[in-house]
Structure formats: structure tokens, C-alpha cells
Nanobody, 125 residues
Framework: DVQLQASGGGLVQPGGSLRLSCAAS????????IGWFRQAPGKEREGVSY??????FYADSVKGRFTVSRDNAKNTVYLQMNTLKPEDTAVYYC????????????????????WGQGTLVTVSS
């Protein structure tokens, strides 16, 4: 049974940091790409970052501030978020990419078949 469990969200002041975790079960992490997405109230879900065996991608809005990594032994993907801004406020989701994903389309939610439940990140003073 494929499951993804996102955690690590919370309330942080602007300029602060958080690390999100995505614990995977039911499959081997190194066989699939994992994407991080976020959805703010009233907005569409957007791709934040992606990681597979040999590539990492970031949305322009988070490049230089967010870092994606993974620990295959723990079957967990991380998203380190630094220099957080109020516009980073959203529910963050991790998702498992389709094996047929074309890397240039990593931002498209329809290319992901399994989703975690989301974790809320609020950046506010």
C-alpha cells in the first residue's frame, strides 16, 4: 500500500526556516521521483521542487532558498526551507511521480499518482 506522510509544517516568522519531511512507505524511494507542491488559499497547486536519482528542480520563486534532499535508507524526502517569506504560506504536499514523467513537466500535478495529506506552513510575524 503506497503512502506518503508529510510533516514538519508550522508557524514561523519571516526570514525563518523549516524542514519538511515526506516519509514514504509501500515502495522504494530510489525507484521514483518525488515532487513537493504547495497550495495557498484561493490559488492553484504549484510545483515547488522535484528530486530523483540524478536531478533536482526548483521553482524560480524558491530557488536559492529551498533545498530538496532524500535519505533512501529512511525512505524519506526532505525540503529545507530557509529565508521564508509570507508568500510561502501554503499547505505543502509531497507526491510520487509517474514512472513515465517527462522531467520538463515535473511541475504538473497530473503527473503524480500518489499524494501525501499535506502540512501547513504559515509565515507571519
Amino acid at each position: 500500500d503506497v503512502q506518503l506522510q508529510a510533516s514538519g509544517g508550522g508557524l514561523v516568522q519571516p526570514g525563518g526556516s523549516l524542514r519538511l519531511s515526506c516519509a514514504a512507505s509501500g515502495f522504494a524511494l530510489d525507484d521514483y521521483g518525488i515532487g513537493w507542491f504547495r497550495q495557498a488559499p484561493g490559488k492553484e497547486r504549484e510545483g515547488v521542487s522535484y528530486i530523483n536519482d540524478w536531478r533536482k528542480f526548483y521553482a524560480d520563486s524558491v530557488k536559492g532558498r529551498f533545498t530538496v534532499s532524500r535519505d533512501n535508507a529512511k525512505n524519506t524526502v526532505y525540503l529545507q526551507m530557509n529565508t521564508l517569506k509570507p508568500e510561502d504560506t501554503a499547505v505543502y504536499y509531497c507526491a510520487r511521480a509517474s514512472p513515465r514523467l517527462i522531467l520538463s513537466s515535473w511541475r504538473a500535478p497530473e503527473n503524480y499518482g500518489y499524494w501525501g495529506q499535506g502540512t501547513l506552513v504559515t509565515v507571519s510575524s
